[in-house]
């Protein structure tokens, strides 16, 4: 069966980093765009950034752009979202989602907290 785990997430300050995974199975996932979601406390989801299939093209939320990198290694099965200059208002569960006709599997969740 599908499913996306992801790890890295965190206690991190103000200006720090961090490097979010996501390791995927149970599909072929280079015929999949894949993404990046968050949810802050109290709201919405909230859309971060994709992918295409073999990496070539990304995009990002205006509010992270220069700041986050998505990225994924086809040969491991692996998306990874690198965070640099992080701010509070980045804190969030993290999701990577499948990109099917919708964003069809999420997985659980990894908490970011930027924090001082």
């Known amino acids: 069966q599908v499913q996306l785990v992801e790890s890295g997430g965190g206690l991190v300050q103000p200006g720090g980093s961090l490097r979010l995974s996501c390791a995927a199975s149970?599909?072929?996932?280079?015929?999949?765009?894949m993404n990046w979601v968050r949810q802050a406390p109290g709201k919405g989801l909230e859309w971060v950034s994709n992918?295409?299939?073999?990496?070539?093209?990304?995009d990002y939320q205006d509010s992270v752009k220069g700041r986050f990198t998505i990225s994924r290694d086809n040969t491991k099965n692996t998306l990874t979202l690198q965070m640099n200059s992080l701010k509070s208002e980045d804190t969030a569960v993290y999701y990577c989602?499948?990109?099917?006709?919708?964003?069809?599997?999420w997985g659980q969740g990894t908490q970011v907290t930027v924090s001082s």
């Open positions: 992918i295409n299939n073999d990496g070539t093209n990304t």
């Open positions: 149970g599909f072929t996932f280079t015929n999949y765009y």
């Open positions: 989602a499948r990109n099917g006709l919708t964003m069809d599997y």
